[in-house]
């Protein structure tokens, strides 16, 4: 890309869902430009939060309801009615979990690990933290930081951001 091609490359990947579905996305991007040689930056707010603490991290979940994208093993997709259904988040996670072990991604926190490994950098949201009574002792060994929005957007200046 011609834009970067003077200047290294800074990617800030903000992570602001907790759930299995929306964990590998990010987790996946910081890989991919960790790969590429791109420096980055992950920061963790709100429920994205259940990805870096420690009792969470292990067990995210994918609910099905209010997700139209999401389909039963045949193809069809699992109406909203049936996703309140007991045991339907539990049917839905254990289907993705399975469906990422046949792609060969790692669990959350051993991606985490990965990311971490190669040099990618991790911050959780110091608001977050408040608002959900965690310490830096609750949190992913790896994670550098707690942050507030101010020093993060000193972080992330003229960095490539995402928001998921």
Not at 59 to 71: D, H, Q, R
Not at 72 to 86: A, C, D, K
Request: aromatic share 8%; net charge negative.
């Amino acid at each position: 890309n011609v834009m970067f091609e003077d200047k290294e490359r800074h990617l800030c990947i903000i992570c602001s869902k907790g759930t299995l579905d929306m964990a590998y996305p990010g987790l996946v991007l910081a890989n991919a430009a960790l790969m590429e040689g791109i420096d980055v930056t992950m920061f963790f707010t709100f429920w994205g939060f259940d990805m870096i603490t420690n009792k969470k991290m292990d067990k995210l979940e994918v609910t099905p309801l209010g997700n139209p994208s999401m389909a039963m093993p045949n193809g069809m997709g699992i109406p909203n009615m049936m996703s309140m259904l007991p045991g339907m988040t539990g049917f839905a996670t254990s289907m993705m979990r399975k469906e990422i072990a046949k792609l060969d991604f790692p669990p959350v926190r051993e991606y985490m690990q990965t990311i971490a490994d190669a040099g990618g950098k991790m911050y959780a949201c110091k608001m977050s933290m408040d608002m959900m009574g965690l310490t830096k002792e609750d949190l992913f060994e790896e994670v550098e930081d707690v942050v507030g929005a101010m020093e993060f957007m000193e972080m992330s200046e003229d960095a490539q951001v995402i928001f998921i």
